[in-house]
């Protein structure tokens, strides 16, 4: 089955460390997309990416930074990890005309 | 940017009885408006759409309703049922493909 891959999928680091969350697609989207749940605020745009060239800040993108390899790969990255930035994350793929999101598993990050 | 705003918070309901969510958003461009269902541990699930050239749309027990006017939208659900417990989310889009801004979540228990 097509589809959306985080890894990995629960991780505890250290404050200050550096962490890349990764994602990958079999579904042939160009389009992808980190969210960030925390409870009661919803999903928050983190970075999006519309192709390989293409990357865009979201919402909250202070502290994050991401990296597009390929059509199927887009990774997130904090550079030197936060205790606030314990939370889910999702990444998520959409197609240009397809208007469904696609979201991967989750990685549930805690920073401690 | 896009903002939406979602209530209730929390719904509590009884096995039969009908469940209301309701979103407001801000950008009167928005033009697509998703529900995303998320049961406990697992990802969001598109469950039904709603374009703004559209006052209404059902699929079997769940509707939702749009008010371009008053720039709100609503996800009724009829005779719910245990399977209903879950977190709903709302959001908005200028365009398919686009990316979402999403509402902050409605946590849905069905009692028996």
């Known amino acids: 089955d097509a589809d959306v891959t985080q890894t990995p999928r629960n991780r505890i680091t250290k404050t200050g460390k550096r962490i890349m969350l990764e994602c990958s697609q079999t579904?042939?989207?160009?389009?992808m997309y980190w969210y960030r749940q925390d409870p009661g605020l919803g999903l928050r745009l983190i970075y999006y990416?519309?192709?390989?060239?293409?990357?865009n800040k979201g919402e909250i993108s202070d502290g994050y930074s991401v990296s597009r390899q390929a059509q199927a790969k887009f990774s997130l990255s904090l550079e030197s990890a936060i205790p606030n930035q314990t939370a889910l994350y999702f990444c998520?793929?959409?197609?240009?005309?397809?208007?469904?999101?696609?979201f991967g598993q989750g990685t549930r990050l805690t920073v401690v | 940017g896009e903002n939406v705003e979602q209530h209730p918070s929390t719904l509590s309901v009884q096995e039969g009885d009908s469940a209301v969510i309701k979103c407001t958003y801000s950008d009167s461009a928005s033009n697509y408006f998703p529900w995303y269902k998320q049961e406990l541990g697992k990802r969001p699930q598109l469950i039904i759409d709603?374009?703004?050239?559209?006052g209404e749309k059902k699929d079997q027990r769940i509707a939702v309703t749009l008010n371009k006017t008053a720039k709100h939208f609503s996800l009724h659900i009829t005779e719910t049922q245990p399977e209903d417990s879950a977190v709903y989310f709302c959001?908005?889009?200028?365009?398919?493909?686009?990316?979402?801004?999403f509402g902050g979540g409605t946590r849905v228990l069905v009692k028996p």
């Open positions: 579904k042939g989207h160009d389009r």
């Open positions: 959001a908005a889009s200028m365009a398919a493909g686009n990316k979402l801004t």
């Open positions: 990416s519309f192709d390989v060239k293409d990357i």
């Open positions: 998520a793929t959409m197609g240009q005309t397809n208007t469904e999101a696609f």
């Open positions: 709603i374009r703004s050239n559209v």
